[in-house]
């Protein structure tokens, strides 16, 4: 089970002068201020964008769902508003075989993300709206009791945590108590520089926590355990956690991805792409995330479950967007 926000992306490929505008970098992933605003609808009047079902867990849900290849295996909870953005989002996640269970806010829009893609970096300012108005009352649904109750792994990002801290500990605390697996995510330097307390005591309940290199380095300031990433994911993994053991997988981009788990560190190699084949990064992380997962929830290796991550996060960055086909052609084994 994912839960998290869901998000409209909405993706084109602009030049500097455009992340100059709005006064963003490549590589980076933002909360929408007053300044931003005006981006949605510029790239739809000027940038002739693409329109994709997203936000970060949703993503990896829908990845993690497509690469088990079972129907059903597969839930997400979020908020969206009762308009067509909320609808297409539903109807592109449903039809990828995930049981989505939104509650529906009265009060904004389905939120949306801006997606900025140059030289196949992208930079990712998200206008949480209608996301923003999750409400813990929405885990007491039927459906959500049920979904929670039949899940045995979830999978939360970082930035749920500003949209409702409460409910991430709810969900956090019913994985301890059912000694259930929770996956979390930093997802975002500004999560760890601002929202410290709650990203730490959020950590506490994850056995799996995840974040690439940038969040890292951020996360190993921030605490003052170092920027070295092999030292920081053992440290990081080491460190209290509330449902038994944790593993910390680090990714970095084309560089090899890093696992700490029970006092070892393990580097694993990231099979080169021909940079003709890159169309753009946005959803790499996210879709590594997914195959991590697919493998993870069948019990499979941890070296499975990364070079499943690494087959995800290849076949993202050869096209635009999390977009998926409707057969996943990934190999039984990775």
């Known amino acids: 089970m ?17 992340l100059d505008k709005y006064d963003v970098k490549l590589d980076s992933a933002i909360l929408a201020e007053e300044k931003h605003m005006p981006v949605y609808d510029d790239l739809v009047k000027n940038h002739n964008p693409i329109f994709i079902a997203g936000g970060a867990t949703q993503n990896s849900i829908r990845v993690a769902q497509w690469m088990m290849q079972e129907e059903g295996q597969a839930a997400f909870l979020g908020c969206v508003s009762d308009d067509a953005h909320g609808k297409k ?25 801006a997606c900025l893609i140059k030289d196949g970096e992208r930079a990712l300012i998200a206008n949480l709206a209608a996301a923003n108005d999750f409400e813990p009352s929405h885990l007491q649904t039927e459906k959500a009791k049920e979904i929670i109750e039949a899940a045995k792994f ?25 000694k259930k697996t929770l996956c979390l995510n930093l997802s975002a330097p500004f999560l760890i520089d601002f929202f410290t307390e709650q990203m730490t005591t959020a950590m506490k309940y994850a056995n799996f926590l995840f974040g690439n290199e940038s969040e890292a380095e951020a996360l190993g300031k921030k605490l003052e355990l170092g920027t070295d990433l092999k030292a920081l994911a053992l440290k990081v ?37 021909e940079a003709d084949k890159l169309v753009d990064t946005n959803g790499a992380g996210d879709a590594f995330v997914g195959g991590f997962l697919s493998q993870l929830v069948k019990e499979k290796s941890i070296e499975e479950c990364v070079k499943a991550g ?25």
């Open 237 to 273: 993994s080491e460190m209290p956690c509330l449902n038994g053991k944790r593993t910390v997988v680090f990714t970095q981009g084309s560089k090899s991805t890093i696992v700490a788990r029970d006092g070892v560190v393990t580097e694993y190699a990231v099979d080169p792409l």
């Open 154 to 178: 979830y999978y939360i990002a970082g930035f749920f945590l500003t949209a409702s801290y409460e409910s991430y500990i709810e969900v956090g605390e019913h994985a301890v108590a059912n």
């Open 2 to 18: 994912g839960m998290g926000n869901p998000l409209l992306d909405i993706s084109a490929t602009v030049g500097q002068d455009v």
């Open 89 to 113: 989002l539903e109807e592109c996640a449903t039809a990828d075989g995930v049981l989505v269970h939104y509650m529906k806010s009265t009060t904004n829009p389905t939120g949306s993300c």
């Open 310 to 334: 690494h087959w995800g996060a290849r076949f993202i960055i050869q096209t635009s967007g999390t977009q998926l086909p409707q057969s996943c052609p990934a190999p039984e084994a990775f």
